[in-house]
Nanobody, 124 residues
Framework: QVQLVESGGGLVQAGGSLRLSCAASGRNFSTYAAAWLRQAPGKEREFVSGISWRGSRTYYADSVKGRFTISRDNTKNTVFLQMNRLEPDDTAVYFC?????????????????WGQGTAVTVSS
């Protein structure tokens, strides 16, 4: 079993930056693909970014490409999401997720473990 705990959310002005962290506990996390997904009020949960188990492959939604960077440190069982040039449309609860499969999926149904989420609010 894997437990995920996100941190780093908050309130920021448009154009600002935030760095989200996802700390994992449990065995085998370093062999799982991981991702960040977000859910804005009244909207479905959507894929933001994913990273393969070794960190060699990364994936981004078109809406965040060039602004967000995902990374992981398997020695610390932690996944990061660096968010730059934030926009009001980035406002959402951000969830960290992991899958036993080492391949990144882009739908919520492909993930086995979830964190509780961290809220990001971007003011205009």
């Amino acid at each position: 079993q894997v437990q995920l705990v996100e941190s780093g959310g908050g309130l920021v002005q448009a154009g600002g930056s935030l760095r989200l962290s996802c700390a994992a506990s449990g065995r085998n996390f370093s062999t799982y693909a991981a991702a960040w997904l977000r859910q804005a009020p009244g909207k479905e949960r959507e894929f933001v970014s994913g990273i393969s188990w070794r960190g060699s492959r990364t994936y981004y939604a078109d809406s965040v490409k060039g602004r967000f960077t995902i990374s992981r440190d398997n020695t610390k069982n932690t996944v990061f999401l660096q968010m730059n040039r934030l926009e009001p449309d980035d406002t959402a609860v951000y969830f960290c997720a992991a899958t036993r499969v080492g391949i990144v999926g882009t739908t919520p149904y492909e993930y086995d473990f979830w964190g509780q989420g961290t809220a990001v609010t971007v003011s205009s």
